[in-house]
């Protein structure tokens, strides 16, 4: 039971084989909601990058020598798997983003959202192997 004003995430559903009703939560998992998820996730990503890119180029009118330190430090293979994964998420939330815009403005969108999911998780996958194919050989032509 929930009082007055209290908002629960959980429904009551009725037990298959008896009578008690059983607690279950409304977040289920759904592609939708992890797409949701996925796009908070990779905004957050996109702008913590975007922050340190800033202060990062604002550092070569401070010092250049330490401009130039900074950037050496990224010149790591760890940084080159980072920069694949920044690949992977502005991609992503590019796509999903077309996706929510069609869902919101189409009238027919909220009805499509999940062949709209398919198409934008399959676009995703092909230009992620393609995008990912290049960076890799940048990236062993930069490191091995």
Not at 5 to 28: C, F, H, I, N, W
Not at 94 to 111: E, H, K, S, T
């Amino acid at each position: 039971m929930t009082l007055e004003g209290d908002v629960s995430t959980q429904t009551e559903v009725p037990a298959a084989r008896s009578g008690k009703p059983r607690r279950r939560t409304l977040y289920r998992g759904d592609p939708g909601m992890w797409s949701w998820v996925l796009h908070r996730i990779t905004g957050a990503t996109i702008f913590f990058f975007l922050f340190v890119h800033v202060l990062d180029t604002a550092l070569v009118r401070v010092s250049p020598q330490a401009y130039n330190a900074v950037i050496e430090t990224y010149k790591t293979p760890i940084v080159g798997l980072m920069e694949m994964g920044l690949v992977a998420a502005v991609l992503f939330h590019a796509l999903n983003g077309i996706r929510v815009i069609l869902i919101d403005f189409w009238a027919q969108g909220p009805r499509y959202q999940r062949h709209m999911l398919a198409v934008a998780v399959t676009v995703f996958v092909i230009a992620l192997i393609a995008g990912l194919g290049v960076l890799g050989m940048h990236m062993t032509e930069r490191f091995l």
